[in-house]
């Protein structure tokens, strides 16, 4: 598919998930390249009057700037830290609408304000479909940097095969101040939340990118068009 087709799904399934939003409420916004063009959209309804009450709250420093760039207008958690909806994308989504996010190394911010929304939209591509996760995307884990060192050992114990995250050369840093390990599985995760659990109770180990039982509703941008994907709690 030609980059100018990908775009052009990304951008139906963006104003698709847009449907969620009504104005005068607090919007979880997400991070990465469809989450962009979520944020054109309500600059654009905004533009035409409309959605003049909705306040963001972004998930990065990425989102963030782009949202001000947009005027949109934001707020930190503390000063909302109810959502009513947030909107992201995801690198996995398997048939119980379980996820797997983070290659845009910002799972910890997404995770809290994914759990602080009273719904969450996920967008994707058909791409990211998969009937068991891990089975394309890696687990990304971030963890504190002082524990890095003894926590490979431990991914491995779990069937993982962890490798540090490292762009041009240097170690990825989230705008925690965290690192990520990347985590392969040969065979894909059979059992998503005995991992996230286990990843959980690790000293060191911060966050890890299983969204289980978080997604109300995942659209699903495809050649054949957009798909809409709920389960109780979506619309």
């Known amino acids: ?63 963030e700037q782009r949202a001000r760039r947009l005027d949109i207008p934001l707020a ?10 947030t909107i992201d994308g995801a690198d996995e989504v398997d048939p119980q609408l379980r996820l797997i996010k983070g290659l845009g190394a910002a799972l ?6 994914a759990a602080a929304s009273a719904q969450l939209v996920i967008v ?22 002082f524990s890095e060192p003894i926590q490979p050992d431990f ?24 690192h990520i390990l990347d985590c392969r599985f040969p065979d894909g995760i059979a059992d998503p939340e005995d991992i996230e659990r286990r990843l959980l109770l690790r000293p060191g180990i911060l966050e890890c990118g ?4 978080m997604a ?7 050649s054949g068009g957009i798909e809409v994907r709920t389960r109780e709690g979506g619309r």
């Open 1 to 63: 598919m030609h980059t100018s087709d990908t775009e052009a799904l990304k951008r139906a399934a963006a104003e698709r998930a847009a449907e969620w939003i009504q104005d005068g409420m607090t919007v979880g916004l997400g991070t990465g390249s469809t989450v962009r063009h979520l944020l054109d959209v309500i600059a654009e309804r905004r533009a035409a009057g409309e959605w003049r009450s909705i306040v963001g709250v972004p998930t990065s420093d990425d989102t």
């Open 76 to 85: 930190t958690l503390a000063e909302r830290p109810r959502m009513d909806v």
């Open 108 to 113: 910890l911010r997404e995770k809290v304000v």
């Open 124 to 145: 994707a591509d058909e791409t990211k479909v998969v009937q068991r996760l891990g089975t394309k995307a890696p687990l990304p884990v971030e963890v504190d940097p």
């Open 155 to 178: 991914l491995r114990s779990l069937g993982a095969e962890p490798t540090l995250r490292v762009k041009d050369g240097r170690t990825v840093v989230t705008d925690g101040g965290n």
């Open 210 to 213: 299983l969204f289980l039982g």
């Open 216 to 222: 109300t509703a995942v659209v699903i941008a495809g």
